[in-house]
């Protein structure tokens, strides 16, 4: 299955953030769309990724505080993406690789959607059903 294939089943719902606003302003984002992460983006431009994991490690680890700390000052530059053609597995291969949990999905230069670790799964799971369900109807004639 490709990428493409996953956002049309699960859509393309994509939640983002400007970066001058406050890591508060993000939380409660996140909160409301029951989301673990934001993409952010100035304008049409993606610049960076805000997760749970980054405010953990960047925000209260480190002592700062939420409602006077802008998300642009703790968000991930170095934002690891897919494509729509490319597949689940290089999906699942890339986020363990790079220890992610979500990654935009980027056409041309625009940003289409999101997929999380939670959807691949899903994917792989419902795959893995399908296999079994043939081969246990195969077997039984």
Not at 65 to 84: D, G, L, Q
Not at 87 to 102: F, I
Not at 127 to 137: A, G, N, R, S
Request: glycine share 6%; hydrophobic share 40%; charged share 30%.
């Amino acid at each position: 299955m490709t990428v493409n294939q996953l956002l049309k089943e699960k859509g393309r719902d994509l939640w983002t953030i400007n970066p001058d606003a406050t890591v508060l302003d993000a939380l409660a984002k996140m909160a409301e769309k029951n989301i673990g992460s934001l993409v952010v983006m100035d304008g049409e431009e993606l610049i960076g990724i805000l997760t749970e994991r980054t405010y953990s490690r960047e925000v209260i680890l480190k002592g700062k505080r939420s409602a006077t700390t802008r998300v642009r000052e703790i968000m991930e530059k170095n934002v690891i993406h897919v494509r729509p053609e490319q597949s689940v597995d290089l999906c699942m291969a890339l986020m363990t690789e790079n220890r992610v949990r979500h990654l935009p999905v980027i056409e041309g230069k625009k940003v289409i959607g999101m997929v999380s670790i939670g959807d691949l799964l899903k994917c792989i799971i419902s795959k893995q059903k399908f296999i079994i369900d043939e081969l246990e109807h195969y077997v039984r004639g």
